[in-house]
């Protein structure tokens, strides 16, 4: 079993950064593909990013790419999510999870933390 525990969101103002984190525990994050969701109130859950194992394969969603940076601390079994350029409609809810394979496809992730919330005010 991992746990998965994000943190980091906050109200910022459009065009602001902010840097998410998700710290596990359990097992160490180095035997998964890492994986960054949101859902906004209202929609569907939808892919943000991910990372392999390593750290050296790296996928965007369009609507993030070039505004969103993931990465991972294997030794700190914490993986990020730094985004710049914040636009009102990133506003959602940030959840990480920890799976098997390198996909943008939810059901394919095995472990998921509860969430931090992320508010762009226009």
């Known amino acids: 079993q991992v746990q998965l525990v994000e943190s980091g969101g906050g109200l910022v103002q459009t065009g602001g950064s902010l840097k998410l984190s998700c710290t596990a525990s359990?097992?160490?994050?180095?035997?998964?593909?890492m994986g960054w969701f949101r859902q906004a109130s209202g929609k569907e859950r939808e892919f943000v990013a991910r990372?392999?194992?390593?750290?050296?394969?790296?996928d965007y969603a369009d609507s993030v790419k070039g505004r969103f940076t993931i990465s991972r601390d294997n030794a700190k079994n914490t993986v990020y999510l730094q985004m710049f350029g914040l636009k009102p409609e990133d506003t959602a809810i940030y959840h990480c999870?920890?799976?098997?394979?390198?996909?943008?496809?939810?059901?394919?992730?095995?472990?998921w933390g509860q969430g931090t919330q992320v508010t762009v005010s226009s």
């Open positions: 359990g097992r160490t994050i180095s035997r998964y593909v």
């Open positions: 990372i392999s194992w390593s750290g050296g394969n790296t």
């Open positions: 999870a920890a799976g098997g394979g390198l996909t943008k496809y939810a059901p394919r992730y095995d472990y």
